[in-house]
Nanobody
Framework: QVQLVESGGALVQAGGSLRLSCAASGRTFSTYAMGWFRQAPGKEREFVIGISRGGRTYTADSVKGRFTISRDNSKNTVYLQMNSVKPEDTAAYYC????????????????????WGQGTQVTVSS
């Protein structure tokens, strides 16, 4: 069983930056593919960005060029760097993980992930 705990959510002004962290329990973090999803009030959860075991990343078009993802396996942590944030980025942000079958495996579908954090709120003011 893997537990994921997000942190770093805050109120930020449009155009600003924020870094979210997701800390994972367990000793097998390096074998997991990790993703960030978000859900705004009244909307469905949507994929934001993900990183494979091997470091390959995939970014949703809505945040491409503004958000990046990285992982530090020595700290069992994945990060979401958010730059040039917009009011439409306001949402609860969730990290998700899955034991990846291959180093390049990565999915943008929430149903493919087995473990989820409790979420952290990001609010962008205009």
């Amino acid at each position: 069983q893997v537990q994921l705990v997000e942190s770093g959510g805050a109120l930020v002004q449009a155009g600003g930056s924020l870094r979210l962290s997701c800390a994972a329990s367990g000793r097998t973090f390096s074998t997991y593919a990790m993703g960030w999803f978000r859900q705004a009030p009244g909307k469905e959860r949507e994929f934001v960005i993900g990183i494979s075991r091997g470091g390959r990343t995939y970014t949703a078009d809505s945040v491409k060029g503004r958000f990046t993802i990285s992982r530090d396996n020595s700290k069992n942590t994945v990060y979401l760097q958010m730059n040039s944030v917009k009011p439409e980025d306001t949402a609860a942000y969730y990290c998700a993980g899955r034991l990846a079958p291959t180093t390049g495996w990565l999915s943008s579908a929430s149903r493919d992930y087995d473990y989820w954090g409790q979420g952290t709120q990001v609010t962008v003011s205009s």
